[in-house]
């Protein structure tokens, strides 16, 4: 890497509100992958969208936040450019000296990125002499910056890139049995693909939120105002016949909180998913339910946990969300693998201060779901050793070289301290997990 230019693409899609970062996770996650490559003694320009701008400049959506709070977690000025490309941007990265970094302007302020116009990813690749990808959460999307710039330059995916793929390939592949799944979330749709791939993976399916909702129709009850998808009736039907001939066990919530509207200091109490009234909605689940969760994971040994179990944005909501938080964070603690994924998800487990108890949080929200769908990831398929989500990557390690240390040697470090493995990846984020 010394001496080297590298075009690195992050995911610094973060929510803001107000223009602060509400969330930075996925500012730390790229941290690692950016430090080694400084340490490596490569300048490093970075790379990033924010937001749906649509191909026009929206000042809300600039990056600037992005590198004051960059700049904290690393301690190094990170510069922003006013522009992803133009005659400045050109300049300061002509200028840019070993161990210093950049932050382009948001790439999706061109319409050329989500066109993935090759003119576009050209001009782009003219700011590295190599490429590395670490925007796992984009990397279900070939635009410009993740997939067009791996056309021009030697390509690698980076650090994040490499955890994210080997968590959800073992929980794929090896997962330590039993092996639970719980969804929840507000929709079904976006979720039928992963549900029916989980499926034949998992030996318990437990469901909350809406998701669980339209499960409940599907089976029979009536679910009053509560949101559910009258179109997903259907697929959650076969999803469940799915389960019901491969041994699978379902668990549906057999007590909900249902509430007269979804806003905070309404009307609530607690009844049975089979009595559940006409004209209130349900907006968490009930004790029994919880306690049936509890006990279900009880022999459990993997857990893949995707969507709040309630509307966890009112606290009186997040009852469930929070016990299942607590349960994980112990199972965690007691040796279980228990990887989570989704943005509400993982924003409920860091309101509780458990997410760190977790042995993997998935900053990809679409691409977390695609990857385990078992689908190719454009991101990952535009590099040739990457192949498909179901076999595990070959890595090559390359160990960071401090300054004052030893050039690396060829010894595979212990605990594997891996830099970037050969690929060009991609893509962008999931729709839900959108900044405001
Ligand atoms: P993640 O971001 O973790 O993938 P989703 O985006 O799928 O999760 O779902 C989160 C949303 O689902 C939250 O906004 C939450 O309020 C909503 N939700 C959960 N349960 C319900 C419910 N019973 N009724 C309506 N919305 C719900
Ligand atoms: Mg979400």
């Known amino acids: 890497m010394q001496g080297q230019r590298v075009l690195l693409r992050v995911d610094f899609n973060v929510p803001l509100s107000d223009g602060k970062i509400v969330d930075d996770s996925r500012i730390r996650a790229a941290v690692p992958t950016i430090k080694a490559l400084l340490d490596g003694g490569a300048s490093v320009v970075i790379m990033s969208h924010l937001g749906r701008p649509d191909g026009r400049v929206v000042d809300g959506l600039r990056l600037r936040p992005a590198a004051e709070r960059l700049t904290q977690l690393i301690r190094v000025n990170v510069p922003t450019t006013g522009d992803a490309l133009g005659v400045g941007t050109d300049d300061a990265v002509r200028r840019l000296r070993p161990g210093e970094l950049l932050l382009l302007e948001n790439v999706r302020f061109h319409a050329g990125e989500e066109r993935n116009d090759p003119s576009f990813a050209e001009r782009l690749a003219s700011y590295g002499d190599v490429f590395v990808n670490d925007a796992f959460g984009a990397a279900h999307r070939a635009h410009a910056s993740t997939v067009g710039v791996a056309a021009y330059l030697p390509s690698y995916v980076g650090l994040l890139m490499e955890q994210e793929v080997e968590a959800l390939s073992n929980l794929l592949d090896k997962p330590a049995r039993p092996f639970a799944a719980i969804v929840g979330g507000g929709k079904v749709s976006g979720k039928v693909a992963v549900l029916e791939a989980l499926i034949k993976k998992v030996d318990l399916l437990i469901l909350g939120g809406g998701v669980a909702n339209t499960f409940l129709v599907a089976s029979g009850r009536s679910v009053g ?129 458990v997410a760190e108890k977790m042995t993997h949080l998935s900053t990809g929200g679409g691409a977390s779901l695609e990857f385990l769908e078992g689908r190719d990831l454009p991101g990952l398929a535009v590099v040739p050793t990457a192949g498909s989500p179901y076999e595990t990557l070959p890595i090559i390690y390359v160990a960071p070289v401090k300054p004052g240390a030893k050039a690396a040697s060829k010894r595979a470090p212990a605990k594997p301290k891996p830099i970037i493995k050969p690929s060009a990846l991609d893509d962008e984020d999931d729709e839900s997990d959108t900044p405001a």
């Open 225 to 353: 105002k509560s949101l559910y998808e009258s179109k997903m009736v259907d697929d959650a039907r076969r999803i469940l016949k799915l389960a019901q001939d491969r041994g699978v066990r379902v668990l549906l919530p057999v007590d909900g909180v249902v509430a007269k509207e979804v806003t905070r200091g309404t009307e609530f109490k607690v009844v049975s998913t089979d009595k559940l009234p006409a004209s209130w909605h349900m907006v968490d689940l009930g004790p029994s339910s919880i306690t049936a969760i509890r006990e279900a994971l009880t022999p459990i040994k993997t857990i893949l946990w995707n969507g709040p179990l309630g509307v966890f944005e009112i606290p009186s909501f997040a009852v469930a969300t929070r016990e299942l938080a607590k349960v994980a964070a112990d199972k965690a603690d007691a040796g279980a693998t228990v990887v989570v994924g989704g943005g509400d998800s993982i924003a409920a487990l860091r309101q509780l201060g």
